[in-house]
T-cell receptor
Framework: GQNIDQPTEMTATEGAIVQINCTYQTSGFNGLFWYQQHAGEAPTFLSYNVLDGLEEKGRFSSFLSRSKGYSYLLLKELQMKDSASYLCAVRDRGYSTLTFGKGTMLLVSP | NAGVTQTPKFRILKIGQSMTLQCTQDMNHNYMYWYRQDPGMGLKLIYYSVGAGITDKGEVPNGYNVSRSTTEDFPLRLELAAPSQTSVYFC?????????????FGPGTRLTVL
């Protein structure tokens, strides 16, 4: 099975940098996804990591350490619109399905 | 492309009623999924399908049924609605199961069972 942990809530200030952590314990691992979900909306894809290291995409970066079962999502130059829930998800051994964490609610204040 | 569409957007059911949540995708994706999301919780997989005619149970399948007669459609059936099925339901699809292929989500159906 899969066990995925993320902080429940985080707060940050506009223009700042925030790091959202995700730890996982899985029976098999074939990649880790980060999704963003605004209140009342569907999740949308942010990033994917399957190898160790940092993937950068504009203001967002995601890091993976497979040996530690650890990932983080780094958001730079925070904007008010970044206030959302951020979901960490692990792809299982068979590739077909994702297991999601409970999500981290990020509140960006002026 | 409309992507993944779901109907209805909202629905209130009485205990014991049945209903079908519709999901359609126009991206010719083979893989389709149904999730439920309860407040403060992540997405829980109900059922998924790897192609027309093939379905499999996810983490929380009890009380639900699915079918996949075409590539485009993946309806979710609730036979005897219970208050525990009050949730937001998301349908998703992906092109393949290869590494990096993301899932695209529909807008969701908010279901209340009273």
């Amino acid at each position: 099975g899969q066990n995925i942990d993320q902080p429940t809530e985080m707060t940050a200030t506009e223009g700042a940098i925030v790091q959202i952590n995700c730890t996982y314990q899985t029976s098999g691992f074939n990649g880790l996804f980060w999704y963003q979900q605004h209140a009342g909306e569907a999740p949308t894809f942010l990033s994917y990591n399957v190898l160790d290291g940092l993937e950068e995409k504009g203001r967002f970066s995601s890091f993976l350490s497979r040996s530690k079962g650890y990932s983080y999502l780094l958001l730079k130059e925070l904007q008010m619109k970044d206030s959302a829930s951020y979901l960490c998800a692990v792809r299982d051994r068979g590739y077909s399905t994702l297991t999601f964490g409970k999500g981290t609610m990020l509140l960006v204040s002026p | 492309n409309a992507g993944v569409t779901q109907t209805p957007k909202f629905r209130i059911l009485k205990i014991g009623q049945s209903m079908t949540l519709q999901c359609t995708q126009d991206m010719n994706h083979n893989y389709m999924y149904w999730y439920r999301q309860d407040p403060g919780m992540g997405l829980k997989l109900i059922y998924y399908s790897v192609g027309a005619g093939i379905t499999d149970k996810g983490e929380v399948p009890n009380g639900y049924n699915v079918s996949r007669s075409t590539t485009e459609d993946f309806p979710l059936r609730l036979e005897l609605a219970a208050p525990s099925q009050t949730s937001v339901y998301f349908c998703a699809s992906s092109r393949t199961r290869l590494a990096g292929d993301e899932q695209f989500f529909g807008p969701g159906t908010r279901l209340t069972v009273l």
